[in-house]
């Protein structure tokens, strides 16, 4: 019994990591800008392309392979550097305060352009990197063999929730962040540069977006449509959770990583159904997701 | 003046395949996704934006092979038939869509899609998974045609569907239930005091837009001669939005002018650069900066409906 469920669980948790990555960022940034960011996929995307070239560049120069790691960070550092400030001032900056629709549309213009520009740097074939996997080795829990990289995955899903808890309950600029949040024109009247907050926050979620594809990269390879994909599955994560909360996010990508374990055990043809028809049913009874709330809004 | 305009516009079009007969495919997808487009806008126009519109044009597409499956072969009956079938597809999801607004409705209409796609990529024994199965050649009214016939008169007739329908949505529009729609969009409460159901209107709407999205993809179905899930997938969906908005949503004319100044477009840029999606991005964020009320808006009289 044991032996079947521990699989199963430490499955789901790894599953859950990975798009517990993708969907923070978007649910993160929608919370302090208010923009449903329609391109984050593709920042995930091109944070997994960066993340893979850089790993394969080690690999051809034949250095310390236990650099990969610190490009795997780096890589998302980088992403996060060029195109977070980048994209919100110039794009994002201009929907503030416009209509869904338009935010949509926007942010629409710039996946299909992030698609393209990845297609034209690094091509349409699929990047394999697994490096950093297979340094860590695999472990055998109980007679089955498992990959210690998974086990880094959750580690680092759990990381990234308390470091989030922690950047927004005891820094200066989590405080501010929650402060815009809370009444945007009343952070404004009080001196706080939302400008600053909003670049920030959006380059915070695009970073987290870049991680997510960097760490992905090992373990699923990265090739053209990765974007698409990603940013239903993030959004499906972040709708149930509800728009906007951090924890509900988590709670949320553990039901998604789990539905789609059961799923592939039980019912393989389903498993692509699963995360779409949970945030169905989530969002038909609580449109504003399970930890979301009508009126009252919080990082 | 712009009904002139127009009808010299689809006359142009009727015209374009005797000078290039290769067009005649490029402007049969177009007027396809006009019809798709338009449905999308008449959503629009109650502020509504719906990520999910490409189900409705799958459904009826899909619902075209299964009937020609089950023995179906004349051309009026199999569009009418799906055409009704994408409607009482959005009847049903309508009644419990409708509800939601804003952000809430753009997701559910997304996941909706969602769901459906993956549904038709996995159930291979039922839609052939992402394969997807082969739209044949049906008959009309009782004469078979050959393939280059067929696609012929298919383009003909959806160039006459645009002047019968895009009339029939241009009055519906133009009727109290239609300027109830941009009233929704304005002040839904004040709707509700003045004894107007907003629930009804908006679920008329719901099942208008999904017929249109259903005409539009029983006929992409019939001139592409293969139905695959990517029909449904999101971004299909995102491209109806942006087809509906570079186009304008003041009036009918708009998507079909969004929509064949893209596929021509695209029949041109092909030789140039294949970064076709660059392009269209860049536009249409060009267009929504700068041009709120789209290409339409250079034709339009008085102030209409913007996003």
Redesign the interface.
Same mark, same amino acid.
Request: hydrophobic residues 60%; proline residues 3%; charged residues 10%.
């Given at each position: 019994m044991l032996n079947a469920i521990i699989p199963l669980l430490l499955d789901s948790l790894a599953s859950a990591a990975l798009i517990f990555f993708a969907a923070v960022g978007l649910t993160l940034v929608f919370s302090v800008l208010r923009v449903?960011n329609?391109a984050h996929g593709s920042l995930y995307s091109i944070g997994g392309y960066v993340a893979a070239s850089a790993c394969l560049f080690i690999a051809s120069r034949q250095m310390n392979p236990y650099l990969s790691f610190v490009a795997l960070l780096f890589s998302a550092v980088f992403v996060a550097a060029i195109f977070g400030p980048v994209v919100e001032r110039s794009?994002v900056r201009?929907t503030y305060g416009k209509?869904?629709?338009?935010q949509? !549309?926007?942010t #629409?213009?710039? #996946? !299909?352009?992030?698609? /393209?520009?990845q297609?034209?740097i690094f091509g349409v074939q699929s990047y394999y990197e697994d490096t950093p996997m297979r340094l860590l080795g695999t472990t055998n829990l109980s007679g089955v063999v498992y990959l210690n990289y998974q086990i880094v995955l959750i580690v680092m899903a759990v990381a990234v929730v308390v470091g989030l808890r922690f950047l927004i309950r005891h820094t200066r600029t989590g405080r501010l962040m929650t402060a815009v949040v809370a009444d945007r024109e009343m952070a404004q009247a009080v001196g706080i540069d939302t400008n600053r907050i909003f670049m920030l926050a959006f380059s915070l979620g695009v970073f987290l977006a870049a991680l997510g594809g960097a760490l992905a990269t090992p373990t699923s390879g990265i090739a053209p449509g990765l974007g698409?994909d990603t940013?239903?599955l993030a #959004?499906?994560v972040a709708?149930i959770g509800g !728009?906007g909360q951090i924890e509900g996010a988590a709670v949320a990508s553990l039901i998604v990583g789990l539905a789609r374990v059961l799923a592939i055990y039980v019912a393989p043809?389903? /498993?692509?159904?699963a995360p @779409?028809?949970a945030?169905?049913v989530v969002? !038909?009874i609580r449109? @504003?997701g399970l930890f979301g709330s009508t009126s009252v809004r919080r990082v | 003046m712009r009904t002139i305009l127009a009808a010299a516009g689809i006359l142009v079009i009727a015209a374009l395949p005797l000078v290039a007969p290769w067009l005649q495919f490029v402007l049969t997808l177009a007027v396809a996704k006009g019809f798709a487009a338009l449905g999308v806008a008449v959503l629009?126009r109650a502020?509504l934006?719906s990520?999910g519109h490409a189900m409705f044009f799958a459904a009826s597409a899909y619902g075209v092979t299964f009937l020609a499956r089950l023995g179906v072969n004349d051309f009026a009956v199999l569009l009418a038939v799906s055409v009704l079938a994408a409607a009482a597809v959005g009847a049903i999801v309508g009644s =419990?869509l409708v509800r939601?607004r804003?952000? =809430?409705f753009?997701?559910?209409n997304?996941? $909706?899609s969602? &769901?459906f796609y993956?549904?038709c990529?996995?159930?291979?024994g039922v839609t052939g998974g992402t394969d997807g199965m082969p739209v044949p050649i049906p008959t009309i009214f009782g004469i078979s045609l050959g393939e280059a016939a067929f696609k012929q008169v298919l383009f003909y007739v959806s160039l006459m569907l645009i002047v019968i329908v895009g009339a029939a949505v241009h009055r519906y529009l133009d009727s109290p239930l239609g300027h109830a729609l941009s009233a929704v969009h304005t002040n839904e409460i004040r709707l509700e005091y003045l004894g107007i159901p907003v629930w009804a209107v908006l679920l008329i709407a719901y099942v208008i837009s999904a017929a249109l999205a259903g005409l539009g993809g029983a006929i992409a179905g019939f001139a592409i001669g293969r139905v695959v899930p990517d029909f449904a =997938?999101?971004?299909a969906s995102?491209h109806l $939005?942006?087809v509906a &908005?570079l186009g304008g949503i003041g009036g009918v004319p708009g998507a079909f002018i969004g929509a064949f100044f893209l596929e021509l477009l695209h029949s041109a840029a092909v030789t140039v650069t294949d970064?076709?999606?660059?392009v $269209?991005?860049?536009?249409?964020?060009i267009v929504?900066?700068f041009l709120p009320r789209g290409f339409y808006g250079f034709f339009e009289r008085e102030k209409a409906s913007a996003?």
């Amino acid at each position: 019994m044991l032996n079947a469920i521990i699989p199963l669980l430490l499955d789901s948790l790894a599953s859950a990591a990975l798009i517990f990555f993708a969907a923070v960022g978007l649910t993160l940034v929608f919370s302090v800008l208010r923009v449903l960011n329609v391109a984050h996929g593709s920042l995930y995307s091109i944070g997994g392309y960066v993340a893979a070239s850089a790993c394969l560049f080690i690999a051809s120069r034949q250095m310390n392979p236990y650099l990969s790691f610190v490009a795997l960070l780096f890589s998302a550092v980088f992403v996060a550097a060029i195109f977070g400030p980048v994209v919100e001032r110039s794009l994002v900056r201009w929907t503030y305060g416009k209509s869904e629709a338009v935010q949509i !549309l926007i942010t #629409f213009g710039l #996946f !299909l352009m992030l698609e /393209d520009l990845q297609r034209m740097i690094f091509g349409v074939q699929s990047y394999y990197e697994d490096t950093p996997m297979r340094l860590l080795g695999t472990t055998n829990l109980s007679g089955v063999v498992y990959l210690n990289y998974q086990i880094v995955l959750i580690v680092m899903a759990v990381a990234v929730v308390v470091g989030l808890r922690f950047l927004i309950r005891h820094t200066r600029t989590g405080r501010l962040m929650t402060a815009v949040v809370a009444d945007r024109e009343m952070a404004q009247a009080v001196g706080i540069d939302t400008n600053r907050i909003f670049m920030l926050a959006f380059s915070l979620g695009v970073f987290l977006a870049a991680l997510g594809g960097a760490l992905a990269t090992p373990t699923s390879g990265i090739a053209p449509g990765l974007g698409a994909d990603t940013m239903v599955l993030a #959004f499906a994560v972040a709708a149930i959770g509800g !728009l906007g909360q951090i924890e509900g996010a988590a709670v949320a990508s553990l039901i998604v990583g789990l539905a789609r374990v059961l799923a592939i055990y039980v019912a393989p043809e389903l /498993d692509a159904v699963a995360p @779409y028809a949970a945030m169905l049913v989530v969002l !038909l009874i609580r449109p @504003y997701g399970l930890f979301g709330s009508t009126s009252v809004r919080r990082v | 003046m712009r009904t002139i305009l127009a009808a010299a516009g689809i006359l142009v079009i009727a015209a374009l395949p005797l000078v290039a007969p290769w067009l005649q495919f490029v402007l049969t997808l177009a007027v396809a996704k006009g019809f798709a487009a338009l449905g999308v806008a008449v959503l629009l126009r109650a502020g509504l934006i719906s990520i999910g519109h490409a189900m409705f044009f799958a459904a009826s597409a899909y619902g075209v092979t299964f009937l020609a499956r089950l023995g179906v072969n004349d051309f009026a009956v199999l569009l009418a038939v799906s055409v009704l079938a994408a409607a009482a597809v959005g009847a049903i999801v309508g009644s =419990f869509l409708v509800r939601y607004r804003a952000i =809430f409705f753009a997701m559910l209409n997304l996941a $909706v899609s969602m &769901v459906f796609y993956a549904l038709c990529a996995k159930l291979y024994g039922v839609t052939g998974g992402t394969d997807g199965m082969p739209v044949p050649i049906p008959t009309i009214f009782g004469i078979s045609l050959g393939e280059a016939a067929f696609k012929q008169v298919l383009f003909y007739v959806s160039l006459m569907l645009i002047v019968i329908v895009g009339a029939a949505v241009h009055r519906y529009l133009d009727s109290p239930l239609g300027h109830a729609l941009s009233a929704v969009h304005t002040n839904e409460i004040r709707l509700e005091y003045l004894g107007i159901p907003v629930w009804a209107v908006l679920l008329i709407a719901y099942v208008i837009s999904a017929a249109l999205a259903g005409l539009g993809g029983a006929i992409a179905g019939f001139a592409i001669g293969r139905v695959v899930p990517d029909f449904a =997938f999101w971004t299909a969906s995102g491209h109806l $939005v942006l087809v509906a &908005v570079l186009g304008g949503i003041g009036g009918v004319p708009g998507a079909f002018i969004g929509a064949f100044f893209l596929e021509l477009l695209h029949s041109a840029a092909v030789t140039v650069t294949d970064a076709w999606n660059l392009v $269209v991005g860049a536009a249409l964020i060009i267009v929504i900066m700068f041009l709120p009320r789209g290409f339409y808006g250079f034709f339009e009289r008085e102030k209409a409906s913007a996003l």
